[in-house]
């Protein structure tokens, strides 16, 4: 089975940046989207960015524009979220996810149907 790997996390101050990977473990694998959703203690899973395979279209969530930018590097099968100017609040595990079968939701967990394992991002202030 594929899986989505996740890289790229750990801790840094308030202002400082990370940079995210999701490498499928198969080159072969194809997706229409991937995605990054993260998760914070006692709250929902909620929708960071995401970013069309073929043709690189992007979204954001309100709360991460301008901060954040989603690109891929489609010969690697890696998906990026470049985060800068982090604050405390982007605390959370960050999920990657992949729309394999086609859903048209960009914005949604259920659009989804692969998922990497997470990785943790902290913030400190």
């Known amino acids: 089975q594929v899986q989505l790997v996740e890289s790229g996390g750990g801790l840094v101050q308030a202002g400082g940046s990370l940079r995210l990977s999701c490498t499928a473990s198969e080159r072969t694998f194809s997706n229409y989207a991937r995605a990054w959703f993260r998760q914070a203690p006692g709250k929902e899973r909620e929708f960071v960015a995401a970013i069309t395979w073929r043709g690189g279209s992007t979204y954001y969530a309100d709360s991460v524009k301008g901060r954040f930018s989603i690109s891929r590097e489609q010969a690697k099968n890696t998906a990026y979220l470049q985060m800068n100017s982090l604050k405390p609040w982007d605390t959370a595990v960050y999920y990657c996810?992949?729309?394999?079968?086609?859903?048209?939701?960009?914005?949604?967990?259920?659009?989804?149907?692969?998922w990497g394992q997470g990785t943790q991002v902290t913030v400190s202030s």
């Open positions: 996810a992949a729309q394999v079968r086609y859903s048209g939701d960009f914005y949604h967990p259920k659009g989804y149907d692969s």
